[in-house]
């Protein structure tokens, strides 16, 4: 059965670097999500994106967030200084037309 | 804000047992409904989704949507240990990006 990928599984950084988590969504899939889910907390939205351009953003996702679909199969989110506050678990999720959303494995990031 | 509502629990039920989550939502637009089950450290599976008022059955898993109480619940029969994990709700305008906005979750615990 198809499944959305994501790399790394685990990644530290220091505060203040550039950090970009990798997803591979399902090949047929159309629409694509970042979700983050900090430790405890509930799951998040990031962003939504659709006929590569951003088709929504939550208020989390601000200019230091950002996508990028750079080839057909994978779908990439970079956040350039990374802060403490950051560190979370970050889903990628990816969906066809009006069917529900799959979530990836998880890649949790640790801002030291 | 759109808020989506759980009782964090933990909710304990002995295995064999029934076990009933709720879930009560802010935004009448809600249009999509969903249960995913997340174990600790792992990223959400879904479990159902219900568009339509009424219920939806599959397996020992019964979804129940109710619009005009705002309410979604999930009914899981039979439960057995390897149900104990944390489940959440989350809905979806049917328009847009149809992003999901998540419940906190409740912590389902089955005895033997």
């Known amino acids: 059965e198809p499944e959305v990928t994501q790399t790394p599984s685990h990644q530290v950084t220091q505060m203040g670097q550039e950090v970009i988590l990798r997803c591979v969504p399902i090949?047929?899939?159309?629409?694509f999500y970042w979700y983050r889910q900090i430790l405890g907390q509930k799951v998040e939205f990031l962003v939504s994106?659709?006929?590569?351009?951003?088709?929504?953003k939550s208020e989390i996702f601000d200019d230091q967030f950002s996508v990028e679909r750079p080839d057909g199969s994978n779908f990439t989110l970079k956040i350039r200084s990374t802060k403490l506050e950051d560190s979370a678990m970050y889903f990628c999720?990816?969906?066809?037309?009006?069917?529900?959303?799959?979530f990836g494995p998880g890649t949790r990031l640790l801002v030291l | 804000q759109k808020e989506v509502e759980q009782n964090s629990g933990p909710l304990s039920v002995p295995e064999g047992a029934i076990a009933s989550l709720n879930c009560t939502y802010s935004d009448r637009g809600s249009q999509s409904f969903f249960w995913y089950r997340q174990y600790s450290g792992k990223s959400p599976e879904l479990i159902m989704f219900i568009y339509s008022n009424g219920d939806k059955e599959d397996g020992r898993f019964t979804a129940q949507l109710n619009k005009a109480s705002q309410y979604v619940s999930l009914l899981i029969r039979d439960s057995q240990p390897s149900d104990s994990a944390t489940y959440l709700c989350?809905?979806?305008?049917?328009?847009?990006?149809?992003?999901?906005?998540f419940g906190q979750g409740t912590r389902l615990t089955i005895n033997p």
């Open positions: 989350a809905v979806a305008l049917i328009q847009g990006a149809q992003k999901l906005v």
């Open positions: 090949s047929n899939h159309l629409y």
């Open positions: 994106f659709y006929n590569n351009e951003i088709s929504e």
């Open positions: 999720a990816s969906r066809r037309f009006q069917e529900t959303q799959y």
